[in-house]
């Protein structure tokens, strides 16, 4: 993922310059708007930018959990001229996402994602209201639900056998390249990625794509994932609009935005036209098509931008969290060997002869802990997608206007030491004996987020999740490249809102035998 742009260059400067002595004026009179009111303490700012050059570029939530441990679990931010609280602790995002959720459901309206979401109607970043209401309802109910993702278990079966066969050929062409000695290794997080946008572009498509080149459209999806990770001059200076024009943002945002939706227009024609699917099973598209068609008179009127909003939420949610989530947790079971042959042991115990079976997942409590807990450590989005208040309220004694925007530290709370002993290791054991699933555990453990903007998606993203590590760790014994060790092996994670590892994770996959179970290091 791209870096987020924050404006640093030098025609932004000048563009902010030129326009700073409106920004002052405007700062001052807001400034009036405080008085008397007692906000969350704030780290020192600078005129005009405020806040903003105490996070730059880098790890946001590694910066922002230092400021918490100078301000508290509650503070304040000026990103420009947008005031922001941070949330650094559970039950500060008990008191957000639970308690006061009806407050703090609002959604700012990014500049990337209203060009390319089409003006933000889709669930992730639509403002809260009953247009929201009523396309979550289609998500969660129709498309995501636990009997829908069921539905999906054959295509996870066959994407996941395929890439244990991808994993094979690539293991015997590396043998043989070497003569048998020294192995490179392969590319494990290209063959998850490559996993995981298979598999969601078929449950959402089926094989009707209009005609495009399957990595085409992959790439195109990049595209969007990038430019909704760019944080634009005007999302912190909403009167600075023209700085983003003039910066060319506002022009790739329409160029992607474009060849986006003359895929997504294509692809819907395409299924309108097939004639009962041609004897195939229907796909999420079909269902949302059938559904906006039955269910559009119902409340607000909805239409084909609505479903195209909703497909690449589909994609947005589903791609990155899964393909993450699977490598740092082979990343962490690397670096801990002793981890990795408890969870194979685990494996191979509950599987039989013909591999994983997603009936079987249920009795991995191991293979599910080590999930879990790479997701604590490694969220896929270390800070959740922005909240914001829609009325003025209290939180923690602090008055918090409306239109506040919220960020959630979820990197931070999942490496509290006030809730987690030992935060900062790597330890599945903690989750082994808990029954609770993927979301909140007294909201310590939010990588989805929670309340009622918290991701539809979970089933779906954990599913595929648990079926891949469980084959990938069935299949193969796992082993550094020659020339590295355990040790020297560094789990370090990129740039960016969505970090992934900052190097791809190639690993030398070696067949595992019934009769050689993995051995306790």
């Given at each position: 993922?791209?870096?987020?742009?924050?404006?640093?260059?030098?025609?932004?400067?000048?563009?902010?310059?030129?326009?700073?002595?409106?920004?002052?004026?405007?700062?001052?009179?807001?400034?009036?708007?405080?008085?008397?009111?007692?906000?969350?303490?704030?780290?020192?700012?600078?005129?005009?930018?405020?806040?903003?050059?105490?996070?730059?570029?880098?790890?946001?939530?590694?910066?922002?959990?230092?400021?918490?441990?100078?301000?508290?679990?509650?503070?304040?931010?000026?990103?420009?001229?947008?005031?922001?609280?941070?949330?650094?602790?559970?039950?500060?995002?008990?008191?957000?996402?639970?308690?006061?959720?009806?407050?703090?459901?609002?959604?700012?309206?990014?500049?990337?994602?209203?060009?390319?979401?089409?003006?933000?109607?889709?669930?992730?970043?639509?403002?809260?209201?009953?247009?929201?209401?009523?396309?979550?309802?289609?998500?969660?109910?129709?498309?995501?639900?636990?009997?829908?993702?069921?539905?999906?278990?054959?295509?996870?079966a066959e994407e996941v056998a395929s890439l244990v066969a991808r994993i094979r050929a690539a293991s015997a062409m590396d043998m043989e390249d070497q003569s048998g000695s020294t192995r490179r290794g392969i590319n494990v997080s290209e063959?998850?990625?490559?996993?995981?946008?298979?598999?969601?572009?078929?449950?959402?498509?089926?094989?009707?794509?209009?005609?495009?080149?399957?990595?085409?459209?992959?790439?195109?999806?990049?595209?969007?994932?990038?430019?909704?990770?760019?944080?634009?001059?005007?999302?912190?200076?909403?009167?600075?609009?023209?700085?983003?024009?003039?910066?060319?943002?506002?022009?790739?945002?329409?160029?992607?935005?474009?060849?986006?939706?003359?895929?997504?227009?294509?692809?819907?024609?395409?299924?309108?036209?097939?004639?009962?699917?041609?004897?195939?099973?229907?796909?999420?598209?079909?269902?949302?098509?059938?559904?906006?068609?039955?269910?559009?008179?119902?409340?607000?009127?909805?239409?084909?931008?609505?479903?195209?909003?909703?497909?690449?939420?589909?994609?947005?949610?589903?791609?990155?969290?899964?393909?993450?989530?699977?490598?740092?947790?082979?990343?962490?079971?690397?670096?801990?060997?002793?981890?990795?042959?408890?969870?194979?042991?685990?494996?191979?115990?509950?599987?039989?002869?013909?591999?994983?079976?997603?009936?079987?997942?249920?009795?991995?409590?191991?293979?599910?802990?080590?999930?879990?807990?790479?997701?604590?450590?490694?969220?896929?989005?270390?800070?959740?997608?922005?909240?914001?208040?829609?009325?003025?309220?209290?939180?923690?004694?602090?008055?918090?206007?409306?239109?506040?925007?919220?960020?959630?530290?979820?990197?931070?709370?999942?490496?509290?030491?006030?809730?987690?002993?030992?935060?900062?290791?790597?330890?599945?054991?903690?989750?082994?004996?808990?029954?609770?699933?993927?979301?909140?555990?007294?909201?310590?453990?939010?990588?989805?987020?929670?309340?009622?903007?918290?991701?539809?998606?979970?089933?779906?993203?954990?599913?595929?999740?648990?079926?891949?590590?469980?084959?990938?760790?069935?299949?193969?014994?796992?082993?550094?490249?020659?020339?590295?060790?355990?040790?020297?092996?560094?789990?370090?994670?990129?740039?960016?809102?969505?970090?992934?590892?900052?190097?791809?994770?190639?690993?030398?996959?070696?067949?595992?035998?019934?009769?050689?179970?993995?051995?306790?290091?």
């Amino acid at each position: 993922m791209a870096p987020p742009q924050l404006g640093t260059d030098l025609l932004a400067l000048f563009l902010l310059l030129v326009a700073s002595c409106f920004v002052i004026i405007r700062r001052l009179r807001s400034g009036h708007n405080d008085i008397g009111r007692v906000l969350p303490p704030s780290p020192p700012g600078l005129p005009i930018i405020g806040n903003i050059h105490q996070l730059a570029r880098g790890h946001h939530h590694r910066k922002l959990q230092a400021l918490a441990k100078q301000h508290g679990d509650i503070f304040l931010l000026r990103l420009g001229t947008v005031p922001t609280v941070v949330i650094s602790s559970a039950s500060m995002a008990e008191e957000v996402l639970k308690k006061q959720d009806h407050v703090f459901c609002g959604r700012p309206q990014q500049r990337t994602a209203r060009g390319i979401l089409y003006d933000c109607r889709d669930v992730g970043f639509s403002p809260y209201g009953e247009r929201w209401r009523q396309l979550r309802r289609i998500a969660v109910v129709h498309l995501l639900s636990v009997k829908r993702v069921d539905s999906l278990r054959a295509l996870r079966a066959e994407e996941v056998a395929s890439l244990v066969a991808r994993i094979r050929a690539a293991s015997a062409m590396d043998m043989e390249d070497q003569s048998g000695s020294t192995r490179r290794g392969i590319n494990v997080s290209e063959l998850i990625v490559s996993l995981t946008y298979t598999v969601v572009s078929k449950a959402v498509f089926g094989n009707k794509l209009g005609g495009m080149d399957p990595k085409s459209l992959r790439a195109m999806m990049k595209e969007e994932s990038d430019l909704l990770e760019t944080v634009a001059v005007s999302d912190m200076f909403p009167r600075l609009q023209w700085v983003d024009w003039a910066m060319g943002l506002d022009a790739s945002i329409k160029r992607t935005a474009s060849k986006l939706d003359g895929v997504l227009e294509r692809t819907l024609q395409a299924h309108e036209n097939s004639s009962e699917n041609n004897g195939e099973a229907g796909d999420l598209l079909d269902d949302l098509l059938s559904v906006v068609k039955k269910e559009g008179g119902e409340g607000f009127m909805l239409d084909r931008v609505d479903v195209k909003g909703l497909v690449l939420d589909l994609f947005v949610g589903g791609i990155d969290t899964t393909s993450k989530a699977i490598e740092w947790a082979m990343a962490l079971l690397i670096k801990n060997p002793r981890e990795m042959a408890k969870v194979q042991e685990e494996v191979r115990q509950v599987a039989g002869p013909q591999g994983v079976l997603e009936e079987q997942l249920g009795r991995m409590s191991r293979l599910q802990a080590s999930l879990k807990e790479a997701m604590r450590l490694h969220p896929p989005v270390p800070l959740l997608v922005p909240h914001e208040t829609i009325q003025d309220t209290k939180l923690h004694g602090y008055d918090i206007p409306a239109k506040t925007r919220v960020i959630i530290n979820a990197w931070a709370i999942g490496r509290d030491s006030q809730s987690w002993e030992n935060a900062e290791e790597f330890l599945p054991e903690r989750f082994v004996h808990d029954a609770s699933d993927y979301s909140c555990k007294g909201f310590r453990f939010i990588p989805f987020g929670a309340g009622r903007r918290g991701c539809p998606g979970i089933a779906f993203a954990t599913r595929l999740a648990e079926l891949a590590l469980a084959n990938l760790l069935y299949h193969f014994h796992w082993e550094l490249p020659e020339g590295q060790d355990v040790e020297s092996f560094q789990v370090v994670e990129s740039s960016g809102l969505s970090p992934a590892l900052k190097s791809a994770l190639t690993l030398v996959a070696k067949p595992l035998h019934m009769h050689e179970p993995p051995q306790l290091q």
